[in-house]
């Protein structure tokens, strides 16, 4: 989007005869808008941050489990895991 600065700018141009470049501007801006939309449309992702082999195999059959039995879950997930010498391994969702 245009500040408010560059408008007057932008402005003069346009009545110099420059206006192609003022709507080429214009559309790219509206084109920017659009293509942040089309990431609301993602859904149903599960992000692996796993990091031994104990949390790549609850990963592994985590998502296994969740896309039997919710294939068109809306919501993202990610998998934590923090190896620990006194409690094993620390695995948040």
Request: contains cysteine.
């Amino acid at each position: 989007m245009l500040t408010t600065a560059f408008r007057p700018a932008l402005l003069m141009l346009c009545l110099l005869g420059l206006a192609p470049y003022c709507f080429a501007e214009e559309i790219n801006d509206s084109k920017q808008i659009e293509d942040t939309g089309s990431l609301d449309e993602i859904s149903g992702i599960v992000v692996d941050r796993t990091i031994t082999l104990m949390g790549h195999d609850f990963y592994r059959y985590f998502t296994s489990y969740r896309q039997f039995t919710q294939p068109e879950s809306k919501y993202n997930l990610t998998v934590f895991e923090r190896p620990s010498a006194r409690w094993g391994s620390l695995v948040w969702i």
